[in-house]
């Protein structure tokens, strides 16, 4: 019998939504000699301080990274819903799990692309990860919806 693996794949998804928040802290703690105030991190206030304290390109590389943060947990319900349908409409093991591990690669392509791509020209190949991620979930609701009686 096949171990289903779909559940420990949230756990995997939560690491990958925080470490580009983590590795954008980081960039810009190395560009203002350590610095970083963590009381608003969200706050403009705060953002135009880091841009006109850091060089253009290095805060662009934070903006890229943190967006890719947020993308991530925008796409966490989507991604937990359709681990849930799948088990609840029993799919096959092996398909939850080719599923779960497609997307957590997708999803590691993906913020790899958001944090190093910076022309509009290339930003196309983030998008279209994008796609192909949410619509591995898409098609696992389906798929489930298919399966229940
Ligand atoms: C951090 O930011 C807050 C809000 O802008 C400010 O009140 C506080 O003095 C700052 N703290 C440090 C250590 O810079």
């Given at each position: ?24 802290v ?27 304290s ?13 967006a890719?943060h ?9 991604f ?34 958001y ?11 983030r ?11 898409l ?11």
């Open positions: 019998m096949t171990t289903n693996l779909s559940f420990f794949a949230v756990p995997v998804f939560w690491l990958l939504c925080v470490l580009p928040h983590s590795y954008g980081l960039i810009m703690k190395t560009a203002n000699n350590g610095h970083w105030n963590n009381s608003a991190p969200r706050s403009s206030n705060w953002h135009e301080t880091l841009r006109k850091t060089p253009k390109d290095i805060y662009a590389r934070y903006e890229r990274a943190d890719a947020k993308n991530g947990f925008e796409n966490m319900p989507i937990i819903g359709a681990i849930l349908a799948g088990n609840f409409a029993q799919l096959d093991t092996r398909t939850l799990n080719l599923f779960v591990t497609l997307y957590l690669f997708a999803r590691v392509l993906y913020t790899i692309a944090i190093s791509i910076s022309s509009h020209r290339y930003s196309v190949i998008s279209t990860i994008w796609l192909l991620s949410t619509s591995m979930c098609g696992i609701f389906v798929k489930a919806g298919l399966a229940l009686p």
